[in-house]
């Protein structure tokens, strides 16, 4: 009878924490979730979607954390995707070579293949094998043309090599279609009257991640001499 209080109470918690972050109350909603897995004998997706609101927050080392947790207890496509990415940026390329790998060998759908194709051009770029990172970049620009992320990539490999106009050009490149995509998705935000929270989530990520794209991209810009 207690077991099943709790269970019930942590499931219930849980939903309301995956509200409160589909909602953008990611303070909320971490706090939610704690209380969740505080009473969960065995949390599984809780751990997940804390990690997405420890992103949120900027909190890289605790979301990775709690995406190595999710590898025993809710493994998903997006758990191998999220741990590589956090890794390659906190310089740990081991882990997210691994995680590319595991990624890849669960044969997932187009864009996510993309994704992880991307991840081990930057993988590249931070072992400093240069070569290897334009092979990969080059490839996926020639099947991917309007992957903004990858040309912010090679810009950023022609600057470090010293191609400052060819950095330029892909830095530019990716300017145009952020907003491309920033405007597009920003019109459909604002065009319709009914979301669901996870449909409202999403919208509002992508935009939120294109502002952050087109930041890191004039920054970048503003940069080359």
Known sequence: ????????????????GLRQLQLGQTNLAIETLNRSIALDFCPRQAYYYRAMGEL????????????????????TEQVYLNIANIAVNLGDTK?????VALLLATHPDKDTVRQA??????????????QKARDILNALLKESPDFERAYIARGDL??????????????????VLIEKKLSHTQKKLSST?????????????????????????????????
């Not at 942590?10 to 939903?15: I, M, S």
């Not at 927050?57 to 947790?69: E, F, H, N, S, T």
């Not at 929270?197 to 990520?205: F, G, I, K, V």
């Open 1 to 16: 009878s207690v077991i099943a209080v709790r269970d019930y109470s942590a499931d219930f918690l849980f939903q309301a």
């Open 56 to 75: 949120q927050q900027g909190k890289y080392k605790d979301a990775l954390a709690d995406l190595k947790r999710c590898r025993t207890r809710f493994v």
């Open 95 to 99: 882990t997210a070579k691994e995680n």
């Open 117 to 130: 194709h991307y991840l081990e051009g930057i993988i590249a770029i931070r072992e400093k094998d240069y």
């Open 158 to 175: 022609y600057r470090i090599q010293g191609y400052t106009e060819t950095a330029r050009k892909d830095y530019e490149k990716a300017l």
């Open 193 to 225: 009257t009914r979301f669901t929270a996870e449909e409202y989530s999403r919208l509002r990520s992508e935009i939120n991640l294109l502002q952050q794209e087109k930041k890191a991209v004039e920054a970048s810009l503003s940069r080359l001499p």
